[in-house]
Structure formats: C-alpha cells, structure tokens
C-alpha cells in the first residue's frame, strides 16, 4: 500500500525487486504493473511472514532462482493498539507475529547466503 508500494517503485528504478504480500492480491498486481515500465524487474509473491514453513518455502524457492539477495527490507508491521494492561493474549502474538517473528523467519533464511556472497 503506501510505504510498501513506494519502496518498490523507487527500488525498482535500479535492482529487480520481490516482495511479499499476505492479503490484498489485486493491490500486489496494481504494483506490479506500475513497475512495468520501469528498469527493475518486480514480482510479488503471496507469503504470510507470521507462517515459519511458508517462508521458509518461499525463501527456499527464491534462493535456487536468483540466488541471495542484495538486500531485504521489512516492511510489514501492524498496531492493535490498546493498553497493554488491556491487551489480550491473541492481538499480543498478532503484533508479535507480524512485527518481530516474520523478521527473524526471513533473516534465518536469508542472512547467511547474503554474508556468504560478501556484500
């Protein structure tokens, strides 16, 4: 939507760019092609980030591709707001889940091969 989508586009004036969506399909696609034009090429991919096996899928499939990334840049993040005194258990692990753990679910997969082509 707005970060996301412009970080793509601007992104996509100099690398190929993949990203990731978990809801909103039609909006990936609307981003892709208004990338087209443009010197990068972009693909979305529907993975939710909060799922370990699906990005380890993902990942998995990406790296045999194209190889490591230059670079990952996470955007997905989410507020359920509330006190914390009035946060309940499940809208805790949503945030937690989308805004800490689908860091480290891609950085576990991603990190080492960036480090091993040593940029």
């Not at 909060?50 to 190889?67: N, P, S």
């Not at 949503?94 to 800490?100: A, E, I, Q, R, S």
Request: charged share 20%.
């Amino acid at each position: 939507r707005g970060i996301g989508r412009a970080a793509v586009q601007r992104l996509a004036k100099e690398w190929n760019v993949v990203f990731t969506w978990c809801q909103g399909e039609s909006a990936a696609h609307e981003v892709e092609l208004a990338c087209a034009g443009l010197p990068g090429r972009v693909e979305s991919h529907q993975c939710d980030g909060r799922d370990e096996q699906a990005v380890t899928r993902l990942a998995t499939d990406l790296l045999a591709r194209y190889g490591a990334p230059h670079a990952v840049v996470h955007n997905a993040g989410i507020t359920l707001d509330a006190l914390h005194i009035h946060q309940n258990a499940d809208n805790w692990r949503k945030v937690m889940d989308t805004n800490l753990n689908a860091i480290f679910y891609w950085n576990s997969q991603l990190l080492e091969p960036m480090m091993m082509q040593g940029g």
